[in-house]
């Protein structure tokens, strides 16, 4: 494939395709639509994939596995997707860019490394997945072959691949047999950015409040939020929960609970009430059970709260344990969750030192724009040549 960019000693030119349209809000919570929007800082991006896939397919794949009670998802089938995306396949290895980025969309990605020099950017590995979230295990094991098949040409073939945590790097290469040098792990960034700080020292003490944003109530640990605050309470701490984005299958009323159900970040209205109740938070407290990553940990420590966790998928890599938060391990119970909270909250020294230390983090690293600063530099490093633009940000690991 000719670059562009060599002919006209301009900068480097990008492509980019994700699973869905990168330039709507709704696709994966905006992550494609920030890392878009932070690359075009520093690169020509064009093309940008729209639809990446032929009308039929979401269709298709749908019906399939809702047939096959999620055994079969054609998604990892190349019989399908090649079918599916040759269009997308065709407009990116004739629109003469330099590099192709790849945002979690495997299949399309195992094609386009045979054709164009392609940086594969994903949260989670198939092989981290595969037994960990719910929704993979379902897979046939045959099909889940194929799928890991897929996933290690990405990883293997591609000029490198870009993962933003710990767990996931490791993965790459210990599941995948990806070159070590060709898996760089670069921290993403916030979807939601606090334009200005409650001071950590000057938040009220009468009342500890606690946010809980998951959109999956069991799998972000609703109920063990709940049990925890229930037992903060039986210990005669003043404590109040605020809970976006999911509820109880069952609905009901919970003291010391306020249930705001999901909120919109494209309405205004809804925007604002979700940056005030961050702003209004002493802690994040997400005991999620399953994460490859957990983006909202970032916004969390753009608000400056320490966020509270279990240890578990790539979470480590978005709260330094007795730095920014305090992470348990898998299967910790709510009395454990109290016992962190009240030794954090109790502590006023410690709790305000570890909420600026989120808050630097968040402004350091936590970030699109250190992201697609980094991503820059790996990209001239391995292409072996410049953009004529200045770097936008200083590149942060």
């Known amino acids: 494939m000719r670059r562009s960019s060599e002919q006209a000693g301009g900068r480097l030119r990008l492509a980019f395709v994700c699973a869905g349209d990168p330039k709507d809000v709704l696709t994966w919570s905006g992550t494609p639509l920030h890392m878009l929007d ?3 800082r520093e690169f ?3 093309p940008v994939i729209r639809k990446p896939w032929a009308p039929w397919f979401d269709l298709v794949r749908r019906g399939v596995r809702r047939l096959s009670r999620g055994a079969i998802d054609i998604y990892w089938w190349p019989l399908w997707t090649t079918l599916a995306a040759s269009k997308t396949i065709a407009d990116i290895t004739t629109s003469g860019c330099d590099a192709v980025v790849a945002v979690a969309i495997t299949p399309i990605c195992a094609e386009l490394v045979k054709h164009a020099p392609t940086i594969f950017v994903s949260d989670a590995t198939l092989a981290s997945m ?3 979230n719910p929704r993979h295990k379902a897979l046939a094991p045959w099909l889940k072959k194929k799928a890991s098949a897929l996933e290690s040409a990405c990883i293997q073939k591609a000029s490198f691949s870009l993962f933003p945590s710990d767990w996931a790097s490791r993965s790459a290469v210990n599941d995948h047999g990806g070159a070590p040098d060709r898996v760089v792990q670069i921290p993403w960034g916030a979807n939601l950015v606090a334009e200005q700080i409650v001071p950590p020292e000057s938040r009220p003490t009468g009342e500890w409040r606690l946010l809980f944003v998951g959109a999956n109530w069991a799998g972000k640990g609703g109920d063990i939020a709940l049990e925890t605050v229930a037992e903060m309470r039986r210990r005669g701490h003043r404590v109040h929960l605020d ?3 999911s509820r109880p299958p069952q609905p009901t009323q919970v003291e010391g609970v306020t249930f705001h159900g999901f909120l ?3 309405v ?6 979700i940056k005030s109740l961050f702003a209004g938070a002493h802690v994040f407290f997400l005991p999620t059970q ?6 909202v940990f970032a916004e969390a420590a753009s608000f400056a709260l320490p966020a509270v966790s279990y240890r578990t998928g790539g979470v480590p890599s978005m709260v330094i344990d007795g730095e920014t938060g305090v992470l348990l391990d898998e299967g ?3 009395a454990a969750f109290a016992d962190a909270l009240i030794d954090l909250l109790s502590d006023r020294r410690r709790y305000v030192q570890m909420a600026y230390a989120a808050h630097s983090l968040s402004r350091e690293r936590l970030n699109w724009a250190a992201w697609a600063a980094a991503v820059r530099g790996e990209i001239e490093a391995r292409l072996g040549r410049e953009s004529t633009d200045p770097p936008k940000a200083a590149t942060q690991r």
């Open 332 to 334: 910790a119970p709510p």
């Open 243 to 245: 809970v976006v984005g």
């Open 264 to 266: 919109d970040k494209n």
């Open 38 to 40: 932070a690359l075009a």
């Open 290 to 295: 399953f994460d490859a990553l957990g983006i």
């Open 268 to 273: 205004p209205a809804d925007d604002e009430r």
């Open 44 to 46: 020509d991006v064009a």
């Open 130 to 132: 595969v037994d960990y």
